[in-house]
C-alpha cells in the first residue's frame, strides 16, 4: 500500500486487502495492467461503465498468503510499470 501510495497512485484511503488504485484515462490503466500481466502480476481491470465516478480501477487481493519476496516482486513490478507509464512533469 505504501509502495502504491510512493509511486503516486491514486488508493484508497486506508490499506486493506482489496487494494484498488483510482485512473482517470483508460489507456494509462490498459498500459499498467499489460504491463504488471507481462511482469506476472495478476489485477484485476475495471472499466468504465463499471466503476464508480467513470473512473478505471486495477483491483488486487492481497492476504497472509504472500510471502515478503512476492510482496517484494509485485511492488517491483508496480515500480517498473510506473516508471514506464509515467507522464512526464513540465518544470
Excluded at 483508460?26 to 467513470?54: D, H, M, Q
Aim: glycine letters at 6%; hydrophobic letters at 45%.
Amino acid at each position: 500500500y505504501q509502495t502504491l501510495q510512493n509511486l503516486d497512485f491514486a488508493v484508497g484511503p486506508e490499506p486493506s486487502p482489496i487494494v484498488a488504485i483510482r485512473l482517470e484515462d483508460k489507456a494509462e490503466a490498459f498500459a499498467l495492467w499489460s504491463g504488471l500481466l507481462e511482469r506476472g502480476v495478476y489485477v484485476n481491470l475495471v472499466l468504465p461503465p463499471a466503476t464508480p465516478e467513470g473512473n478505471c480501477l486495477l483491483r488486487s487481493s492481497v492476504s497472509a498468503g504472500h510471502t515478503p519476496d512476492q510482496m517484494e516482486r509485485i511492488c517491483g513490478a508496480f515500480t517498473a510499470v510506473r516508471e514506464l507509464t509515467a507522464v512526464p512533469q513540465v518544470v
